[in-house]
C-alpha cells in the first residue's frame, strides 16, 4: 500500500493518492505539465515507512480535440482550406490552437504549404489556387500543453 502526493509542476495537486503496481489514476482537473510524486508512503503496516523514489517525472498533455481537422473544397481550380484545432482543458472546456501548419504530399513527401495562425477559437479560412489533384494534411506541432498530431491526408 504505497501512497503519495502527486506534484504538477513543482505544485501538490493532491496528496495520500495510492500508487499499486500498475500505477495512479490521474485526474483530469489536475491539469498538463510535469508531473511528479513525492512523499511516497508504505502503508502496509502501522509505521508508514518512506519508500525510496527514483526519477518519478513524466509529462502530461492535453490531448486534441476529436472534431479537429481540415476540410478541402475545390470549385474548378480554387481551393478552399477550412482549418479547425482545439483541444479540451483540465475543465472540459474546448481552448484553440494557435498555429497549424497545411502540408501537400508532393514528390513523395510531405511539404508545408502554409504555416497558418488561427483565432482564439482555433479555427482559419485558407484560399488558394490548384488545378491538380493532390493530398492535403493538417498537422499540430506538440508543445508543453497539449500533444501534437497530424490528420490523415484528403485528397482532392
Same mark, same amino acid.
Given at each position: 500500500?504505497?501512497?503519495?502526493?502527486?506534484?504538477?509542476? @513543482?505544485?501538490?495537486?493532491a +496528496?495520500?493518492?495510492? =500508487?499499486? +503496481? +500498475?500505477?495512479? /489514476?490521474?485526474?483530469?482537473?489536475?491539469?498538463?505539465?510535469?508531473?511528479?510524486?513525492?512523499?511516497?508512503?508504505?502503508?502496509?503496516?502501522?509505521?508508514?515507512? %518512506?519508500?525510496? @523514489?527514483? +526519477?518519478? %517525472?513524466?509529462?502530461?498533455?492535453?490531448?486534441?480535440? @476529436?472534431?479537429?481537422?481540415?476540410?478541402?473544397?475545390?470549385?474548378?481550380?480554387?481551393l478552399?482550406?477550412?482549418?479547425?484545432?482545439?483541444?479540451?482543458?483540465? *475543465?472540459? =472546456? %474546448?481552448? @484553440?490552437?494557435?498555429?497549424? /501548419?497545411?502540408?501537400?504530399?508532393?514528390?513523395?513527401?510531405? *511539404?508545408?504549404?502554409?504555416?497558418?495562425?488561427?483565432?482564439?477559437?482555433?479555427?482559419? /479560412?485558407?484560399?488558394?489556387?490548384?488545378?491538380?489533384? *493532390?493530398?492535403?494534411?493538417?498537422?499540430?506541432?506538440?508543445?508543453?500543453?497539449?500533444?501534437?498530431?497530424?490528420?490523415?491526408?484528403?485528397?482532392?
Amino acid at each position: 500500500y504505497v501512497y503519495a502526493t502527486v506534484n504538477v509542476n @513543482g505544485v501538490p495537486v493532491a +496528496s495520500n493518492v495510492y =500508487v499499486g +503496481s +500498475s500505477g495512479f /489514476t490521474y485526474q483530469q482537473a489536475w491539469g498538463a505539465g510535469v508531473v511528479s510524486l513525492s512523499n511516497l508512503r508504505d502503508r502496509s503496516n502501522a509505521s508508514g515507512q %518512506a519508500v525510496a @523514489g527514483g +526519477s518519478n %517525472a513524466f509529462t502530461v498533455r492535453y490531448g486534441v480535440e @476529436g472534431t479537429s481537422g481540415i476540410k478541402v473544397r475545390k470549385k474548378g481550380k480554387k481551393l478552399t482550406f477550412r482549418v479547425k484545432a482545439r483541444y479540451i482543458d483540465n *475543465r472540459g =472546456v %474546448a481552448v @484553440g490552437i494557435r498555429r497549424a /501548419t497545411i502540408q501537400v504530399h508532393k514528390k513523395g513527401k510531405w *511539404r508545408t504549404l502554409k504555416n497558418l495562425k488561427l483565432k482564439s477559437n482555433g479555427t482559419r /479560412t485558407y484560399k488558394r489556387s490548384d488545378k491538380s489533384k *493532390r493530398k492535403y494534411r493538417l498537422v499540430v506541432k506538440t508543445t508543453g500543453v497539449y500533444q501534437g498530431g497530424s490528420t490523415k491526408g484528403l485528397r482532392i
